[in-house]
């Protein structure tokens, strides 16, 4: 019997009221590995009430208790490591490498949430005037709404709900439909390491949980991640019901590489962020401009280093490039390749052979093609496979006004060996997360991660100190004696 999840809310498995549901699917297999609740707005509800009630509590817990759950729970992660990369894999389908260093980034997440008592600390200016003095105190912000996309079932909540309890606040999370069975194990292991019930809740479900958290006046803040249109959307929705909403987008990041870049390990980094994860990171590059004179042979050595990778089950050892998510994006990649073929894309190699003969799953190879130009969909439109496209420019000014022109900014790498040319790039490249000589520029939990123009909706970022200003709200006191 294929198990239906149910809602975590108020500590305590529930069920949904739903009356429809999603088949969870392991894209390597085909198999159904659980049943998702479509849950309703009703259900939200039931989780922000919840929420609320913990709140009272949990916001005027000391914050260095609140700390010592957060320390307690990061033990209990690198205990369940393996299982829970394995469960990664399980349901998102990428390898067990990557599934693996994905739970390091939410590990590292708590492991910052952990220093609350020094991130929470206000400032004061004793003599603000004569006989004056001033301070700024920090406190959370009440109920907080996480809604995440299915690439990273660990690492993106885990952006958002561990820092935002250690400011005290009370979440309710809605996974991705495609990916929620590790929400949910994250769910009992934070309860596991004492957090209060209620502080942390999950509600199943696509849009009507979307649009119950949007529209709730119990939820005070929005942390979104996910393509541009939905996180549009909910920025707009989310403001326009009186939140504060952050909301990380799509992407179409770009790496350049200059005739003086070491070319193999350009080749590395740029393989492994094109076709790891099957292409499904929002800081997978989706083009290589390459500059000058090295273009034919680059294009040579990607083709051949393509050849080279193992596809298969993510579980399977020595796999690099699992399934993509779902056969429904399968079938949209594959349009994309015809389209790439259609626009007078040259294709290099192509991954619609690779399909794994006689094997289940949703398998796309490693594809490239080269003489992309910035007319064609394949350089517009956000694939989120593993596509590449590979275009060529004179200079490193005109690969960077070919980047510039994307609508996404996310992230850019640089391959160089010119300190000049990193400045260069610096400057004038527009994104939020840049990369000298390597191919993903991957948020640390330590430092806010940032995309531009539509590649994020909002001001304050996720993670570091912008996290913490997100899930907190200051006063001022001004005091004379
Ligand atoms: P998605 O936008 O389809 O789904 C994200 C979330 O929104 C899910 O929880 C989903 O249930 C919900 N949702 C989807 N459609 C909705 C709608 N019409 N109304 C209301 N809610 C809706 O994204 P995805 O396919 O799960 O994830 C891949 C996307 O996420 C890519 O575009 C990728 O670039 C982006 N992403 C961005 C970052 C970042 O940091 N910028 C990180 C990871 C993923």
């Known amino acids: 019997m294929t198990a239906t999840l149910k809602n975590w809310i108020g500590g305590e498995w529930i069920e949904s009221s739903a009356s429809a549901y999603e088949n969870v699917y392991n894209p390597a297999t085909e198999e159904i590995v659980a049943r998702v609740p479509l849950s309703p707005a009703g259900d939200v509800d039931t989780a922000v009430r919840a929420a609320k009630q913990a709140f009272a509590t949990w916001s005027r817990t000391p914050v260095p208790r609140r700390a010592r759950i957060l320390f307690k729970y990061q033990q209990l992660l690198v205990k369940h490591w393996e299982e829970l990369a394995r469960l990664i894999t399980k349901e998102n389908g990428?390898?067990?490498?990557?599934?693996?260093g994905e739970v390091l980034r939410g590990i590292e997440c708590v492991e910052f949430a952990a220093g609350a008592p020094n991130l929470l600390m206000g400032k004061q200016l004793p003599d603000i005037a004569s006989n004056l003095e001033s301070g700024m105190y920090r406190y959370p912000i009440g109920v907080v709404g996480g809604i995440t996309p299915f690439n990273f079932p660990m690492m993106v909540p885990c952006w958002m709900f561990p820092l935002a309890i250690a400011c005290g606040n009370a979440f309710v999370l809605k996974p991705s439909e495609r990916t929620p069975l590790l929400a949910n194990r994250l769910a009992e292991l934070i309860h596991e390491a004492g957090l209060p019930a209620g502080v942390l809740n999950i509600v199943h479900g696509a849009h009507d949980v979307v649009n119950g958290l949007l529209e709730h006046p119990g939820i005070q803040a929005i942390s979104f991640v996910g393509s541009q249109p939905v996180a549009e959307y909910?920025?707009?929705?989310?403001?326009?019901?009186?939140?504060?909403?952050?909301?990380?987008?799509?992407?179409?990041?770009h790496s350049i590489v200059l005739p003086d870049a070491d070319l193999d390990l350009a080749v590395k980094e740029i393989l492994n962020a094109a076709f790891g994860s099957?292409?499904?990171?929002?800081m997978a590059c989706a083009v290589v401009v390459a500059v000058g004179s090295i273009g034919d042979e680059l294009v040579n050595r990607l083709s051949a280093a393509a050849d080279a990778i193992t596809i298969g089950n993510g579980q399977s050892e020595g796999v690099f490039l699992g399934p993509i998510i779902r056969s429904s994006h399968k079938e949209r990649t594959l349009g994309y390749i015809a389209s790439g073929e259609q626009e007078g894309g040259v294709l290099i190699r192509d991954g619609r052979k690779d399909e794994a003969a006689g094997q289940t799953g949703y398998f796309v190879g490693p594809t490239i093609f080269d003489h992309v130009s910035c007319e064609m969909k394949i350089w517009k439109d956000e694939i989120f496979a593993p596509v590449l496209s590979v275009m060529r420019a004179d200079s490193l000014e005109e690969a960077i006004e070919i980047a510039n022109r994307s609508e996404f900014a996310n992230g850019a790498c640089l391959f160089t060996d010119s300190g000049s040319s990193v400045r260069q790039f610096r400057e004038t490249i527009d994104a939020g997360m840049l990369g000298i000589n390597l191919g993903v520029p991957a948020p640390m939990a330590f430092f806010p991660f940032s995309g531009w123009k539509k590649s994020f909706y909002g001001d304050l970022h996720a993670n570091g100190t912008d996290g913490v200003e997100f899930y907190t709200r200051k006063k001022m006191m001004t005091a004379r004696w």
Request: one cysteine or more; hydrophobic letters at 30%; charged letters at 25%.
């Open 94 to 100: 990428k390898s067990y490498g990557e599934a693996y």
């Open 234 to 253: 909910v920025y707009k929705t989310g403001a326009a019901n009186g939140k504060r909403v952050q909301a990380l987008a799509g992407a179409k990041n």
């Open 278 to 282: 099957a292409g499904e990171r929002c």
